[in-house]
């Protein structure tokens, strides 16, 4: 089992920034830890879409909403993995979920979730 937990949410005006946090831990992260981090986030009434995805090496790849704006990165030897958000505007606005898989399972694991609310 993997548990990952997102932090950093909260309430920005447009044009602001955050930066989103989620931690992985669990014992079949040892010694090998996680493949590949992503976030993805699900507005109210809409579906969950892909925000930002990053691989072990590093490899990234955005939604086209957000390219230019986020930036993922990610700690290995922390098990970690970060979202930075950039002028941010209203259609931001969405819970954000951590999604990962680690190498030693096929599984795939999501955090809670974390609010994100961009007022205009």
């Known amino acids: 089992q993997v548990q990952l937990v997102e932090s950093g949410g909260g309430l920005v005006q447009a044009g602001g920034s955050l930066r989103l946090s989620c931690a992985a831990s669990g014992t079949i992260l040892t010694p090998n830890g996680i493949s590949w981090f992503r976030w993805y986030r699900q507005a109210p009434g809409q579906e969950r879409e892909l925000v930002a995805g990053?691989?072990?090496?590093?490899?990234?790849n955005y939604g086209d909403s957000v390219k230019g704006r986020f930036t993922v990165s990610r700690d290995n030897a922390k098990n970690t993995v970060s979202l930075q958000m950039n002028s941010l505007k209203p259609d931001d606005t969405a819970i954000y979920y951590c999604n990962a898989q680690a190498y030693s399972s096929p599984n795939i694991y999501w955090g809670q979730g974390t609010q994100v609310t961009v007022s205009s």
């Open positions: 990053i691989t072990s090496i590093g490899t990234t």
